[in-house]
């Protein structure tokens, strides 16, 4: 495996009062397994599908802090990278910073007050999982300011907007990297249907094998559906809230 493309969706994990409650949750409802927290990064364990990487569970550090998925795009050089977020207006919330040999990582949020993380790798790549059940598959970034999200991508990262995609419509623009095809995510333009309290944010979402399935194992486990499953030309998807709080999005093979 090599180096993901720079700006690809790289990695995902989860910050969580109760690290053993969240691997009961994502264990049961994704088919992971799970590392040892690690001592020496603040109890971080990693899960897997089938053997391979798939996300990041992480102990919540203090009140303060969200109980909440994060995002993470690939750089080849996070300098510069940091230097681009600042100059398309962005914020440095954690300066960037090695871990371990790993590699080094930074926390930035958007103009539009969206969180997100960068990372260039040493020896942790990413995501191993593909387009399978259990796996990392989307994003969607939802904002209040569609304009200038869309322009601070477009630098740092050099998002495209595909208007012509089959999924595109009014708020709803498809993102892919310069010179692939495939889409990476999108950006939603979040109306008055969202409470006013929501701050932006990256919606980071997981393929399941069968919706109806998942709705039952995740109420069953103490989660919640946040937005009733619905069809797209992505299959079918739904926003959850896991036993803890955090949302995050599924959707089912077609």
Known sequence: MTALADGAPCWADVMLPDPERG????????GWTFSGGA????????????????????????????????LYFATGDIGRTETLIRDAGGRILAAPAEVGALGSMLVAVDPTGAVFGAWQAGTHLGFETGQEPGGYLWMGLHTRDAAAADAFYGKVFGFEGVADSPM??????????PGHAREIGCRIAMDATFPPQVPAHFLVCFLVDEMDAAVRTATALGGSVVVRPKQTPGGPFAVFSDNQGATFGVIGLK
Do not use: V
Not at 23 to 30: P, S, T, V, W
Not at 46 to 55: D, I, L, S
């Open 23 to 30: 691997k009961r949750f994502y264990g049961d409802l994704l």
């Open 39 to 70: 001592a020496e990064f603040g109890g971080y364990i990693q899960a897997f599908r089938n053997g391979k990487k798939a996300a990041g569970l992480m102990p919540r550090q203090d009140e303060a802090s969200p109980i909440a998925w994060g």
């Open 168 to 177: 595109a419509r009014p708020g709803f623009l498809p993102w892919r990297l």
